[in-house]
């Protein structure tokens, strides 16, 4: 079955979301934390992000954008590390330091190879305005933007593969997930997305990530732009 529109994960697969995080949260907190480990602290701050989304996905409460979780998980991140004397305004800012991440190098081009045969949209956690605070920064163009905002929910629950089939009208094998997260890429499988999965083994920065799926995929990549080139892109 031919492929005909990519949907893609963004934090760790488009975007560099721990050295983006560290950098604004470095320069923000300066004035009250001068020593801070903002490498530890924006590990600290996501690994906060599945417990939030969870009491979404779990129906405990309604659906909240990621801005939101983010912001309320912050003063626990905050105070885990002892910084104190954060006004509002800062906290604020430091929500929007998601919004000012960098894509990793090959991305742009990549995306633009990928477009001339695909429709591409982002299927991310993210909602509409951090996808198009992201696109803008970083120069990707996308054709819709999927993902939480759209189906009002958090992956890896079914509407975010279902709902990213429908938009496009495409059977689900011609729709690929594209991830550097093997568990996301298996819950699109299940529905009965093609799958690709894209190394990013600096993502946790001295953590790692991912180097290779450990599920079976439809395309193992080392980046995006080595998609493309399986792609026939």
């Given at each position: 079955?031919?492929?005909?529109?990519?949907?893609?994960?963004?934090?760790?697969?488009l975007?560099?979301w721990?050295?983006?995080?560290?950098?604004?949260?470095?320069?923000?907190?300066?004035?009250?934390?001068?020593?801070?480990?903002?490498?530890?602290?924006?590990?600290?701050?996501?690994?906060?992000?599945?417990?939030?989304?969870?009491?979404?996905?779990?129906?405990?409460?309604?659906?909240?954008?990621?801005?939101?979780?983010?912001?309320?998980?912050?003063?626990?991140?905050?105070?885990?590390?002892?910084?104190?004397?954060?006004?509002?305004?800062?906290?604020?800012?430091?929500?929007?330091?998601?919004?000012?991440?960098?894509?990793?190098?090959?991305?742009?081009?990549?995306?633009?190879?990928?477009?001339?045969?695909?429709?591409l949209?982002?299927?991310?956690?993210?909602?509409?305005?951090?996808?198009?605070?992201?696109?803008r920064?970083?120069?990707?163009?996308?054709?819709?933007?999927?993902?939480?905002?759209?189906?009002?929910?958090?992956?890896?629950?079914?509407?975010?593969?279902?709902?990213?089939?429908?938009?496009?009208?495409?059977a689900?094998?011609?729709?690929?997930?594209?991830?550097?997260?093997?568990?996301?890429?298996?819950?699109?499988?299940?529905?009965?997305?093609?799958?690709?999965?894209?190394?990013r083994?600096?993502?946790?920065?001295?953590?790692?990530?991912?180097?290779?799926?450990?599920?079976?995929v439809?395309?193992?990549?080392?980046?995006?732009?080595?998609?493309?080139?399986?792609?026939?892109?």
């Amino acid at each position: 079955m031919t492929v005909r529109a990519l949907v893609f994960d963004v934090f760790g697969t488009l975007v560099d979301w721990r050295s983006g995080v560290a950098r604004e949260a470095g320069r923000l907190l300066a004035p009250v934390a001068p020593n801070l480990d903002a490498g530890a602290f924006a590990d600290a701050w996501r690994a906060r992000y599945n417990p939030s989304m969870e009491t979404v996905r779990s129906g405990a409460r309604p659906f909240v954008d990621l801005d939101t979780l983010q912001a309320e998980s912050l003063p626990d991140v905050l105070a885990q590390f002892g910084v104190t004397g954060v006004s509002e305004a800062v906290q604020r800012e430091l929500v929007q330091a998601w919004h000012r991440l960098d894509a990793w190098p090959e991305v742009p081009d990549a995306l633009r190879r990928l477009r001339e045969k695909h429709l591409l949209a982002p299927n991310s956690n993210g909602h509409v305005r951090l996808m198009v605070d992201l696109a803008r920064r970083n120069g990707l163009i996308f054709d819709a933007i999927l993902g939480a905002g759209y189906s009002r929910d958090y992956k890896p629950k079914p509407a975010l593969y279902r709902d990213a089939v429908a938009a496009f009208g495409f059977a689900a094998g011609e729709t690929m997930m594209v991830a550097a997260h093997s568990n996301d890429l298996a819950a699109a499988a299940s529905h009965g997305l093609s799958t690709a999965h894209i190394a990013r083994p600096h993502e946790h920065g001295p953590a790692g990530g991912e180097t290779a799926p450990t599920v079976p995929v439809t395309h193992a990549a080392l980046d995006l732009a080595d998609l493309a080139d399986q792609l026939g892109c």
